[in-house]
């Protein structure tokens, strides 16, 4: 049986929870955060520096587990790439050190919870599916989005990836207590993070924050994860909007297939997307074959 979330208008708390130290101050006490692999540490120092691609390849390919995962996730479908990668050293000719490293990152998360088993929706790999399914939705909303100048296909894809996260991190924290509170949340009219709010004065999106801020991705991309369930902000759309809907849009679509996608576009304010209505249809089209096609991968 999967977990699911309703979803309901942002109100109270959680419309006016903000991305601040506080909150992670709150996450790094009483969340278990993974520690910083070694390799992901050395990784961002060779990628802030002057490193080959030959280095980063050999420093990946130490961790045999690492390299493998990176590859399955480079040879996905979410990268079309015209042909297989057989070593970590075409995947960086492929792709670039810069998207190598968040591949790497997403390998090394995927790694630290491989042993904890949970139910649907809160193990690391449902929630990793369901990260790269809402990156290959957050792209294509993107390109009808005015996003700021500083804000690029990478990090969109990031966002994305990593939005949930912190939903593992709860899970492995508190277990059935968590577990329990995704079930009855729903049952009582509340949101998911409107009830991680009640119960630990944060929600899973500062958890993501505070993870993707240690493992070296960047504050843009912490502040991000941290408000993409915030209130939208009619007429000054940000990233976190784009996550937010993003991910609205896989949920619908799960339970209600391209019906729950029309919805979705349909209650956005308009200015939103630079779509005409009439042009609504085929694009959620597009969005259903899109998120079809990684699903059944």
Known sequence: MSITTKRVPLVGREANHKFNAEALERVARDVEIPPVPSVVLELNEML????????????LERDAFVSGLCLKLINSVRYGLRAHCDSILHAASMLGVRK??????????LKSYADLSGPPDVNVFDVQKHGVVTAIVARQLAMHVRLPANVDDSM???????????????????????????YTSPLAGASLVSAEIDNYGFHHGDVSALIVER???????????????????????????????ADDIVHRYKSYGISGIMNTLLNL?????????????????????????????
């Open 48 to 59: 802030q520096g002057s490193a080959s691609i030959g280095e980063i390849a050999k420093l």
């Open 100 to 109: 190598l490293g968040i591949v790497a990152s997403e390998a090394c998360l």
């Open 215 to 245: 493992w070296g991705l960047g504050p843009r991309v912490s502040q991000t994860l941290s408000e993409h369930h915030k209130e939208m902000n009619t007429g000054d759309f940000t990233l976190a909007d784009v996550i937010n809907v």
């Open 156 to 182: 969109v894809a990031t966002c994305a990836l990593f939005h949930d996260v912190g939903r593992v991190a709860l899970y492995a924290t508190f277990h059935d207590r968590y577990v329990e509170l995704t």
């Open 269 to 297: 304010p308009p200015e939103f997307l630079s779509i005409a209505r009439e042009d609504l249809p085929p694009f959620a089209q597009s969005l259903a074959s899109a998120i079809f096609k990684e699903c059944t991968q």
